[in-house]
């Protein structure tokens, strides 16, 4: 049964960093995408980065790029989110998400992830 942990969520302010985990168990990883998906109340839940582990190929939304970075590390399975400049728009739940069998115009649909993690809280004051 695969599962996804996240952490490293928190309460900063506007222009810090912060970075996301994501541990992953109960399967094989090496062909997963694994995606970072956040939801703000009131919002739908938000595609925001992705990464194939087998390729290392990455994706990104528009209001990301250039402040997030995503990598992997298989050997650990697990995911991270490397948050730069932070804005208080970024604030929201984050989630972790992985599926196996995704293909590139899926990537940023959350409906065709199969596995998801319980999310961590990110909030940035102004």
């Known amino acids: 049964q695969v599962q996804l942990v996240e952490s490293g969520g928190g309460l900063v302010q506007a222009g810090a960093s912060l970075e996301l985990s994501c541990v992953a168990s109960g399967g094989t990883f090496r062909s997963f995408t694994m995606g970072w998906f956040r939801q703000a109340p009131g919002k739908e839940r938000e595609f925001v980065a992705a990464?194939?582990?087998?390729?290392?190929?990455?994706y990104y939304a528009n209001s990301v790029k250039g402040r997030n970075t995503v990598a992997g590390d298989k050997a650990k399975n697990t995911v991270y989110l490397q948050m730069n400049n932070l804005k208080p728009e970024d604030t929201a739940v984050y989630y972790c998400?992985?599926?196996?069998?995704?293909?590139?115009?899926?990537?940023?649909?959350?409906?065709?992830?199969?596995?998801w993690g319980q999310g961590t809280q990110v909030t940035v004051s102004a």
């Open positions: 990464i194939k582990l087998s390729s290392g190929h990455t």
């Open positions: 998400a992985a599926d196996s069998h995704l293909i590139q115009s899926s990537i940023r649909d959350p409906d065709q992830y199969d596995y």
